[in-house]
């Protein structure tokens, strides 16, 4: 397996960069405003998400967040982070993917700001508030994820860049005897890793094969960097071995 | 005979070995029953309330005791006998506490909801502070404690509020007559699309329930996870009462209409009244007179 490079300055793109070091105190990370005053024995951290456009939304007040820590002058870094649940990306077309067919999708998520004093992790803010949405065959059995948008794009050229985001190559194979719906797709976020080729954020890559089983899918993380990229952030929640199985219908719906 | 010779009688006739041997017996019920109990908190029964885990212990431990009576020779069938008639006759006179106990076996095999959960049980709403062998213990929203008996618990009607992860709250909004119904449910569908914490899926809904007296009623759902229900709940009657403001959404107030019969009443030109049913309303008031 090709290990992943070191973490340098020039490895992750702006704002990121300054915000990685502790140079900057204040930042606009996507829709995420923060700033942050640190003192020799404490840290405040104010932040606020700026308005969606013609939202009702009354709740978007800007917080303030107050640490205390122990004498030594203490750098504050923001770096970034995937999500920490999974994240259900709805097409903006309803896709099909035929029997005996494989295709491979790119889809992106957005990041979340890690702030962190050393090795202490102050707070984890997303840099957008995304929805939560459920997941799974019923409203018993499923699990809490995230919802956002995407096109599910074939040709990465066609993906748009944003240093607020992590692309996903997901490899679908399906060996089935039916059509495979991706209405919504799962994407286990906090089990992949975050890497960047100093330009775009990439997570881990997925294979999905489904079996002529249709309940179950086989789900492999590849732990191999994509090339020229560099490990930002380990999985959350690592799986052994980077297989695990998974019923279809909390993989796609 | 007085009671010391009898008891002197009865030591005479326990031989030592087996003096020695029901008094092992007695050290290894103690020490068996102590390490089941410590098993069963750790290992695989330490979801089962305390009492449950203890039982076990007083089993072994009895089992032993029995052991070591009949290694000094008392004849356990007059034992047994005697603990029968006692058992009849403590079960007479605790009829309620038995049937408590009973009555718990059944909530705890149920497993209707364990320590920790909240549970709605008659007129109580609260989490589950311990299920024990008489009740159910619950700490209430305003931090009262309430204990029910499990007898209650097993007749009523119990409601976990924390069995699922997600739940969903129904929300009864009003709107006028007058009022657009369908910019009311994209208002209503927009509100719950801007709040994070309502979810995508299961989609929310707009319901029509029917038409009142002065009003339109519809049933807004939405769904959120479990820990943000209350949230939601609170935030998103806010929402709604800024957004129908914002679109020009009325909500209705009681009104009624009097149709004048008599034309010529009173010289009066034939014609209908809207009616509101406030007090202060001088209008309305001499209307309903004139009526």
Sequence with gaps: METAKTLTPNSIPAPWNELANGVATQAQLERLSLSIRNTRDECWLDYHYDPIENSQRISDEAQSLRFLLSGSSNTIRITPQLANRPVVARPMVPTELLPKQSTTLFISTILWARVSADELTLAELPTVRLSDTWFGANTRHGELCYASQT?????????????FRAITPITIDNQGIDNVRLDRINVPVPHLTLYCDGERFW?????????????????HIDNKPPSQAVQIAPPRRPIRGGVFERAVDLLFA | MSAANTVQNVLGAIDL????????LLTAGLVFSRLYVRLARRGTLSHLPRFLQRLGGWLIFTIFIASALHQLGFKLSVVLGAAG?????VGFAAQTSAANIISGLFVIGERSFIVGDIIQAGNHTGEVLSVDMLSVKLRTFDNRFVRIPNETIIKTDVVNLSRFPIRRADIKVSISYKSNIAKAREVLLRVAENNPLCLEEPRPQVNLQGFGESSVDIQFSIWSARENFADIRDAVHEEIKVAFDAAGIEFPFPTRTVHIANADFMGMPRHEL???DEPSTRDADDTKHDA
């Design chain 1, 203 to 219: 997570t881990s890559a997925l294979r999905v094969l489904r079996e002529t089983n249709l309940a179950i899918a086989n789900l």
């Design chain 2, 274 to 276: 809207a009616v509101r």
């Design chain 1, 151 to 163: 096109r599910a794009l074939l040709n990465l050229d066609n993906v748009q860049y944003s240093p």
């Design chain 2, 85 to 89: 008639i006692l058992s009849v006759a």
């Design chain 2, 17 to 24: 070995q087996e003096a020695v041997r029901a008094a092992v």
